[in-house]
């Protein structure tokens, strides 16, 4: 029991790191291929229970890598979108 409750001490984080919305298809594509196995991310049925079923913590440090990435890419994507538009609204047509 000792062992599960510290299994899912490391596990959430990942869990709610995936759950961002930073991250998008092609990380969970990224973690697909990285663990070699179908993650039904995209189905309406897709549960919590059968991302528990994938090896999370035999990837942690991937996963931590891919979802730090997705974070900085929003913002990246955030900062040229307030730039375009910035420069946008000081155009005169």
Not at 49 to 77: G, H, M, V, Y
Request: glycine fraction near 0%.
């Amino acid at each position: 029991m000792k062992q599960e409750i510290e299994d899912m001490t490391e596990i959430l984080p990942l869990v709610v790191a995936m759950a961002k919305p930073s991250i998008r298809n092609r990380h969970w594509d990224e973690v697909v291929e990285l663990m070699k196995m179908e993650i039904p991310y995209e189905s309406e049925s897709f549960t919590l229970q059968q991302f528990f079923k994938c090896p999370l913590l035999k990837f942690r440090e991937e996963i931590e890598e891919i979802t730090e990435s997705a974070d900085k890419q929003l913002k990246l994507e955030k900062s040229l979108r307030d730039d375009i538009i910035a420069a946008w609204e000081e155009q005169e047509l």
